[in-house]
């Protein structure tokens, strides 16, 4: 037997209207927004990521599923949508088009993480993303994006918020870390040094208890904004009070991924353990010029599909129940079982959800089967009935029977 790979899952016909019920809300969230849908493809050219993520981050330097095609090219799959929204921007020249270019997407993601909880190497994320404006207001509009699909879907999180900065500040910011942790770089855990050397920055990324430890005392980066990015911060503060959302300032929220600058942002759910950060996300002003595009300030995020059901059970938060067949047809014989199918093609023509036997299986099991999968009527169809051109049928909710003629089934069953 072939097992599925390790960190995957399959969504199966009976949880996938849980699916469905996210998404729906998702999609719906985007269109209150404005918000239109980008597809890109599964996998991009691996130097998008290396650009785009940055080659110091765990992401690029452990995570990526990446592969030689038969061209001989580096190919990855994407560990996550950003990248692939930014290179698609530019390459179909939408800096020339409306601006703000405001879109969302569905997609799923590939990262070789060790599997946990929550955490798995192939997942779905609902991401947004908005590209042309540099005001404060949108970092905002972002959340509040967020913040409006996470309570249509029930769920109670906590919105930390931070600023990292811009290159400038960065500098000064950098240049203390190294102060920091140059008496310590022979405590710091291998990948540490490196990034020390690199991207200090991704220090306080770093999950080894030793460097956590040290992590806790070094200086924080709002202390270092300068003053455009502090009057950033502010603005982004002010809206977020004028949605009415409300957020707590973590000066520790760096994220993993390189490209971000001024506001980041996570919400966390404490119902599911250590990977409590159900969407996350933030500005990234210069990603669109690092992979080969003009300039073009930018802010987004993304929530993971499967933390996200996996709160809203842990919370539970009821999902709406699939739709059930409006009739099931019963067919004694062969010849019944041929009437019902025919009218089941007629019924499900005019939009009518109907079920039929495929079984061969008695009249009692097939009642038995119309219970199961929740038939609000049952149809019969016996010699009798095949003879006088009329199905019985049940309610299943009261019992009651009647006679319906074949004929009129279609109108029978609309709008029951
Ligand atoms: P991220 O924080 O790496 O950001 O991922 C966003 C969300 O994806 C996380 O908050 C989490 O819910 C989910 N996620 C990440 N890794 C896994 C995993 N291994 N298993 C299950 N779920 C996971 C980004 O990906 C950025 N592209 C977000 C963004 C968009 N920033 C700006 N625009």
Known sequence: MINIPKGTKDVLPSESYKWQYVEGVARETAQLFNLKELRTPTFEHTELFQRGVGDTTDIVTKEMYTFRDKGDRSITLKPEGTAGAARSFIENGMANGVLPAKMYYITPAFRYERPQAGRLREFHQ?????????????DAEAVVVADTLLKKLGLQVKLCINSIGCPTCRAAYNKALKEFFAPHVENLCYDCKTRFEKNPLRLLDCKEENCKKLNADAPTILQYLCEDC?????SFKTCLDLAGVAYEIDPRIVRGLDYYTRSVFEFIS???GAQGAVCAGGRYDGLIEDIGGSAMP????AAGIERLLMVMEHTGVEIPAPSVPTVYLAGMDEACRN????IAVRLRKAGIFAEIDH???SIKAQFKYADKIGAKYVAVIGGNELS??????????TG????????DMCAYFLGK
């Open 339 to 342: 009437k019902a199918f025919e």
């Open 400 to 407: 009651e029977s009647e006679g319906v003629c074949f004929e």
């Open 126 to 138: 609902f991401g947004v993303e908005i590209f042309g404006s540099k005001s404060a207001q949108t």
């Open 270 to 272: 404490t119902a599911i």
């Open 230 to 234: 502090a009057a950033h911060f502010e």
């Open 359 to 361: 079984m061969e299986r």
């Open 298 to 301: 930018a802010v987004g995020f």
């Open 388 to 397: 006088e051109g009329k199905a019985n049928v049940k309610c299943m909710a």
